[in-house]
């Protein structure tokens, strides 16, 4: 896989894309997908397990969620499992950049091609790469459910709720405007048809009988 690095466009910029999120790993990053050796990664403090979620509408129009576990570099203020939460910026971009080096690198930052203009592009297939986890789904649930208690299920609802919670509360503190735009406008409408007690739950806790509308209002004085 092809890595590319150029430091002094991305210095420029000012790391745009480590600021939005940490980078996402693939695969053929880990010698091992052993339950003791993906620990011992997720010990180290820099990397969280996540869950990117599909969307599937049924033919009695029911709207589902299936969530794919994978790991990525761990964000400023979230824990190692971080299945869904707002993204902020990468805990590891430091002042002179990525704390990795570039053959340390999570593949998904190391294959993305930096360009001056700021129409920065991956070189792989992001979504193929993705699918690769799909083989691990089991083992990634066995360390969810021993670092949390919790099933992977109940902790994306917990998950959920919370994430509902702070957009009713406009808690939106470390969050890119890009992130924002995107959770609001093409996530919520969604998680708040699959999952509408925890949606109702949320609102319970944060005194807010007002249903959700996005408003441009919501993106103003925020990160860029
Ligand atoms: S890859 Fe692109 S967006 Fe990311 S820091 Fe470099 S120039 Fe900025
Ligand atoms: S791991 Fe490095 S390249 Fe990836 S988002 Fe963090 S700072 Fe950026």
């Not at 150029?6 to 693939?26: E, H, M, N, P, Q």
């Not at 080096?101 to 930052?109: H, T």
């Not at 099933?151 to 702070?166: H, W």
């Not at 093409?186 to 949606?199: A, D, H, Q, R, T």
Request: with cysteine.
């Amino acid at each position: 896989m092809d890595k590319t690095e150029d430091r002094t466009i991305c210095a420029k910029c000012g790391g745009y894309c480590c600021k939005k999120s940490g980078c996402d790993y693939f695969v053929s990053d880990f010698e091992s997908m052993k339950i003791d050796y993906l620990e011992s990664i997720l010990d180290t403090g820099r990397v969280s397990i996540i869950a990117s979620f599909i969307f599937d509408r049924l033919p009695n129009n029911k709207l589902i969620s299936v969530p794919l576990l994978s790991l990525r570099a761990r964000n400023i203020n979230r824990g190692e499992i971080d299945l869904l939460s707002f993204k902020t910026t990468c805990a590891s971009l430091e002042e002179n950049g990525c704390h990795f080096s570039l053959e340390e690198r999570p593949s998904g930052g190391s294959t993305l091609v930096p360009s001056s203009d700021g129409l920065c592009h991956s070189n792989v297939d992001r979504l193929k790469e993705l699918e690769k986890w799909q083989p691990y789904q089991s083992v990634l649930r066995r360390i969810v459910k021993r670092r949390t208690g919790m099933t992977v299920d109940g902790k994306i609802r917990e998950d959920v709720e919370n994430l509902f919670y702070n957009v009713l509360n406009k808690n939106f503190d470390g969050v890119a405007k890009a992130e924002l735009y995107d959770v609001l406008k093409n996530m919520i409408p969604m998680l708040m048809e699959v999952y509408p007690e925890e949606y109702k739950k949320a609102r319970i806790r944060a005194h807010n009988n007002t249903p959700f509308v996005l408003k441009k209002t919501v993106f103003n004085n925020n990160n860029k």
